[in-house]
């Protein structure tokens, strides 16, 4: 049985966790790779190096679509390709668990979960709302 008064907190809970670690790792690659780094890295994978200012951006606002709970069921489903991607091209040959060398991609799946159930169980508590967001 679902908790109807809490459920809401939950989902905002797991809305914010999730948009956090978006914010996270697209710092990760402006401030610590820098995005020229990042463009020389996805390069070095055999993708076209403007994908990282793609997926930086990407991660911005689906972190920002996250945390302020803009349509956030849609941006939980767009932020997926970006780890299916992570998952396909870097941690996928290391191996399932996380702490292989070069990381597994046990982390990045269990992100995508994260995300489907973000999908499924609505938006949450404090979500701004779209037909508010026409209005303004």
Known sequence: MIDQ?????????LRIALGILFLAHAGLKIFVFTPSGTAGFFASLGLPGWLA??????????AAALIFGI????????MIP??????????????????NPNGGWEFPA???VG???LALAGDGAHALKATALRRA
């Open 71 to 78: 349509m956030p069921r849609a941006a939980a489903v767009a």
């Open 53 to 62: 200012y793609v997926t930086i951006l990407w991660e911005l606002a689906g």
């Open 115 to 117: 995300l489907v159930v």
């Open 5 to 13: 008064r809490t459920a809401p907190y939950a989902v905002l809970t």
């Open 110 to 112: 269990f992100w995508i």
């Open 82 to 99: 970006v780890l299916l991607g992570t998952i396909f091209t870097v941690h996928g040959a290391a191996g399932f668990f996380f702490n």
